[in-house]
């Protein structure tokens, strides 16, 4: 189901927390909410509509989810788009999930058990809140499984909506290791300017054919216009 990563040893209480340990990237660090609303974040389909895609990744641990922000020229609409340009968009890097009949069991398991035993260090129980918190609906769960972020051997993507959404209910954490990832991404979200460029890259540089036709009928509108001009002044 997942894909483990190296760790050091560790006082183990029992096999639970074995599993639990081979998923901890060393590099996460707690820090406590200062408030409900600094640790919201937007669905999927929200975020990729801001100018967010979602990537995955290999080679890291489970939980190791990292937010790249956009560089100097991402103003520039349609690159995007481009296949060898992903440096100029903001991007969440996902090492991807795969999700079976027996994910819902073991990851249940590793929240009770941190619950329980590491309620100063709820890392499993950061992770599945920030994967809740980008599936609400179908057509999140749908994103998702489309940038292979998540792969799943179940019926269908509602049937991973449900699953991911019920899995945080009545827990109750108050502190996060993605605080500084939410934190940039608010704020990427919440900026106009690139909320608008992000909604346009959406809708007329979605992929390489929709910015062709886009360029194209900008130039042909810059065409026509640059025409009538100067038929005005020849007749006039």
């Known amino acids: 189901m997942f894909e483990p990563c190296k760790w050091e040893n560790k006082n183990i209480l029992h096999f639970t927390d074995l599993i639990r340990n081979s998923y901890l990237p060393k590099k996460l660090r707690i820090q406590r909410k200062h408030s409900q609303e600094e640790c ?6 929200k975020l990729n509509e801001a100018g967010i895609s979602f990537e995955k990744v290999h080679n890291r641990c489970l939980l190791d989810i990292k937010f790249k922000k956009k560089r100097f020229f991402s103003w ?3 690159l995007g788009c481009l296949p060898r340009c992903k ?4 991007r969440f890097q996902i090492p991807q999930l795969r999700v079976d009949h027996t994910t819902e069991c073991v990851l249940r398991n590793l929240i ?7 309620p100063e260090a709820p890392y499993i129980c950061n992770y599945v809140s920030l994967i809740d918190s980008f599936i609400h609906t179908k057509d999140d769960a749908e994103l998702l499984v489309e940038k292979e972020a998540i ?7 509602q049937e991973l909506t449900n699953l991911v959404n019920g899995l945080c209910k009545h827990v109750v954490t108050d502190s ?3 605080h500084k990832i939410i934190e940039d991404v608010n ?3 919440n900026n106009k300017w690139k909320w608008a460029m992000g909604t346009l890259r959406w809708v007329y540089f979605r992929d390489p054919w929709r910015s062709s036709s886009t360029i194209v009928g900008v130039v042909i509108l810059v065409f026509t216009i640059f025409n009538f001009y100067r038929v005005s002044d020849i007749i006039f």
């Open 112 to 118: 009770a058990f941190e619950q329980c035993h590491y």
């Open 176 to 178: 996060t290791c993605y």
């Open 187 to 189: 704020g990427h979200y």
């Open 76 to 78: 520039f609409l349609c």
């Open 40 to 45: 919201l974040l937007r669905t999927a389909t």
């Open 151 to 157: 792969v799943h051997e179940l019926g269908c993507d």
């Open 87 to 90: 440096l100029f968009k903001a």
